[in-house]
């Protein structure tokens, strides 16, 4: 059994923002630190609506880290850190070989703190990745499924567009 949370999510963004569909991806990636999938969603969303009215974002709508990071993906295109990169990258590539390692996975790997090193980014990376294919899933999929399984379903970000009746 695995999950289509990220496939879903996808699907839902490329209907709601179409040809800006990636970018909105990135903008969900790079807001979704500490987050909750709706405030994730929200966050986002202000995000976007920020950058098409004016080509940026006010500093006073973000965290610093959230901000940060929108900033640097609005001058040079790349999304910065690691975590980050892999959940856009789940997000819009169903091969991705990368899987966002956050808090929920530092605890279902029993590591006693929520900031993987990049020792333990790794090694919790590529056991995912290899128990995966073991199964015949995507890594993306898998990384889902235990997500979903520790932290509980908060429903995919098609969920949440339906509450602002987008879809």
């Known amino acids: 059994m695995s999950s289509s949370w990220y496939r879903d999510s996808y699907e839902a963004v490329k209907r709601v923002y179409g040809d800006d569909a990636d970018m909105f991806c990135a903008l969900l990636a790079l807001t979704s630190a500490n ?23 006010k500093r006073e709508s973000f965290c610093r880290t959230h901000y940060v990071g929108i900033v640097r993906y609005l ?4 999304i910065h850190g690691r975590k980050c990169g892999s959940f856009y990258e789940c997000m819009t590539n169903e091969d991705s070989e990368h899987i966002p390692v956050d808090m929920w996975m530092m605890r279902l790997y029993h590591m006693g703190h929520d900031v993987p090193s990049a020792k333990e980014y790794d090694a919790i990376e590529a056991d995912v990745v290899k128990r995966a294919r073991e199964l015949g ?9 235990l997500w979903e399984e520790i932290r509980g379903n908060g429903g995919s970000y098609a969920v949440h567009f339906a509450q602002w009746r987008l879809l």
């Open 35 to 57: 987050c909750a999938i709706s405030a994730n969603s929200t966050l986002a969303k202000k995000a976007y609506n920020q950058i098409k009215l004016s080509g940026t974002v």
């Open 75 to 78: 001058s040079d295109g790349e």
């Open 137 to 145: 899933i995507q890594p993306r999929d898998y990384q889902a499924r």
